[in-house]
């Protein structure tokens, strides 16, 4: 079965820097768009990046220049590198699946790991 498994999460100071890593499993992970989300206490859950199998990428507004998502296909590892912290990147972090090859709506992520926190502090 699928299997997404976070890490890299921990706790920096403003201005710092991050690297998230997601081990995938149980699939053919070369196929799929995957992303990353994030969900702060007390708010909605957000898109942060997105790569599809082309390795086209999007991101949120707020970490344009900031983040950048990549993908190891022999590895089977997504990645997030989170520079320039801010205090408002303070989120629980999640990396999915998505059903198809191209990211289109959140919809469409039907695979979820259990998260990592990311605490950034001013």
């Known amino acids: 079965q699928v299997q997404l498994v976070e890490s890299g999460g921990g706790s920096v100071q403003s201005g710092g820097s991050l690297r998230l890593s997601c081990a995938a499993s149980?699939?053919?992970?070369?196929?799929?768009?995957m992303a990353w989300f994030r969900q702060a206490p007390g708010k909605a859950r957000e898109e942060v990046a997105t790569?599809?199998?082309?390795?086209?990428?999007t991101y949120l507004d707020s970490v344009k220049g900031r983040f950048t998502v990549s993908r190891d296909n022999a590895e089977n590892t997504l990645y997030l590198q989170m520079n320039s912290l801010k205090p408002e990147d303070t989120a629980i972090y999640y990396c999915?699946?998505?059903?198809?090859?191209?990211?289109?709506?959140?919809?469409?992520?039907?695979?979820w790991g259990p998260g990592t926190q990311v605490t950034v502090s001013s």
């Open positions: 149980g699939f053919t992970y070369s196929a799929y768009c």
């Open positions: 999915a699946k998505s059903r198809y090859y191209i990211c289109r709506t959140e919809l469409d992520y039907v695979d």
């Open positions: 790569i599809d199998t082309v390795r086209r990428t």
